[in-house]
């Protein structure tokens, strides 16, 4: 069935204050304003120019999307081609992913099909000290921990939208490719800021929890070595291999992994991040009663290699979480400039099996 948990939704379109936990801090920072040299303020999650003003200062949104291997009816994914940032991490089936926008206020129709949160997804948007929006959640039991205990524990607010109608106000079922429920939910983009202000969710941002990644002005090579190609293996237990193209006319990378009979995710990344991180497998038995096993894939922030491509070209990197701000530095210590553009991010497992090649 899924994870089209019934009795966590109640029918109508206000949040219901059992499946949002707010933040009650009182906000003393100024507003993070990025700009280039020349004064043009920049969407601070792609370094482009134009940023709408009227989300400057506010809390960037990260939605939990689904990309279960061998299900065409997920892909492509509803609002993939427009997110400022593309998470894709492992989970208990294949990989699932984080789209985040800076500006919810301008997002698209229809994102998804959204799925529920996982610990290690919950703790990496808030790297970005975004609102964490997602479809049902996972509970702990045994020495599992879930995200109803990470919700709880960490005191991250975050908006559960299988507290809302499936009237397609905020969420909805879209089922144009497929009956099978948990492959149908989205978020109504065009409401979710209205979705935001009328929850309890704290909107403005906090410059000390946001990862600020530094953008050249100009696009520029980020290192000597040539990268027209990016072959990405989550881990020994993960059946996805992600696979990414240089294309030089666009200077960008593109990618067939979220196309299916269903249509083509027409994806262009300037910049592709590979993080590698240590990974544990929790087993929980006995799910849901079903005297079957489901085995988690749990993330531990804890740092290591990864590679950075843009331009072409490619750069070996460190990255780490301090005071809980991604850092990303080359292998002599210098702080990774990003190029202006889209990312997309690939979280793999160092102590698991996973890897990359670029060619």
Known sequence: AGIYFGFFYHKGDEPQQDTTVSQQEEITEEPLVVTQESGAVVNPLTGDAAFNEAAIGKRPIAVVVENEYGTASVRPQWGIESADI???????????????????????DEIGPARSARPPFIRFSQLFDAIFVHAGLSHSKDNYVGADEVFETEKVDHINLLSFAENGTYFGRDKSRTKTIEHTGYLNGKNAAEMIEKSTVRTELKESRFTQFDFNEEAAPVGDGKAESLTLKWSNRCPKTGKFTYNADKKVYTTTDFDSKFGEADLGFTNLLVLLDKTEYIVKENYKGSGNSETYCDYKLSGGKGVLLSEGTYTEIEWSVKKGKLVIKDDKGKTIKLNPGKTYIGYGSSNNGGSYTVE
């Open 86 to 108: 593309v998470m894709e991490g492992e989970t208990e089936y294949s990989t699932r992913m984080l789209f985040f926008w800076a500006d919810y206020t301008n997002l698209p």
